[in-house]
């Protein structure tokens, strides 16, 4: 199982990120500052690093500059409010693989941690193929088929499928599913979620998806 550190100080951010890496099979740590996110980088414990910018101790920057100085090629995105040209060239010149802005959604932010894992052969049980009764989901394409046949899903689609498929035979609530595949700021009065579970059902199959009434939603 991949292991993942997550350099982040603000709390919210930090578990919300740490739980959806968790619930999408990878191992987390999270570091609060800049000198204790370097020194467990250093380790070779982990095997991609997600790194703030604004560290409390070390910024970002700093720590990605010492950690690529020791020689150390772990994958790191970048996943910061410092969105600017200029802070985005400095983090990608200065050896981050990928930079991404907040406020973000998770689905991206997993998409691009598990491109960086294939890159660099990392084994995790989050980059194989799934599948549960005739409904297969190839992570890596994007790509989706029932019976054979394959399904046209949108990115968001496909994520909240993803979702239900490793979950199989759980309910999730409308809350989770809406923390895990829409992002941190999500609407907890959104009804998102049961219109994309219907357009779910409209693509696989109804009898798929169950409606647990006062709970969530369970793939079958």
């Known amino acids: ?16 990120v740490e739980k ?11 570091a609060a500052t800049g000198p204790e996110a ?22 970002g920057f700093e720590v990605l500059a010492q950690l690529r100085g020791s020689g150390s090629t772990m994958p790191v ?16 010149e200065g050896g981050a693989d ?8 998770f689905d991206e932010l997993l998409a691009r941690v598990r491109l960086r894992m294939a890159s660099t052969g990392a084994s995790s049980a989050a980059a194989a193929e799934l599948s549960h009764n005739g409904l297969e989901l190839d992570i890596r394409t ?8 394959a399904i046209d899903l949108s990115g968001r689609e496909f994520s909240l499928a993803e979702e239900l498929v490793r979950h199989a035979g759980q309910v999730l609530s409308r809350e989770q599913l809406l923390s895990r595949v829409w992002g941190y700021d999500f609407d907890p009065g959104s009804n998102v979620v049961d219109v994309y579970v219907r357009y779910l059902r409209n693509k696989l199959g109804a009898e798929r998806i169950e ?4 709970m969530g939603y369970r793939l079958v």
């Open 1 to 16: 199982m991949a292991s993942i550190l997550i350099a982040e100080d603000e709390a919210r951010i930090a578990s919300f």
């Open 20 to 30: 959806g890496l968790t619930a999408s099979g990878y191992t987390t740590r999270v």
């Open 38 to 59: 370097l020194d467990l980088a250093l380790t070779d414990e982990f095997d991609l690093l997600v790194l703030d910018i604004g560290l409390p101790g070390m910024d």
């Open 77 to 92: 995105i970048i996943l910061t409010a410092r969105a600017g040209g200029a802070d985005t060239v400095a983090g990608l």
């Open 98 to 105: 990928d930079y991404m802005a907040k406020p973000f959604r």
């Open 142 to 149: 994007r790509r989706a088929t029932v019976d054979g046949r």
């Open 211 to 214: 409606t647990v009434r006062g």
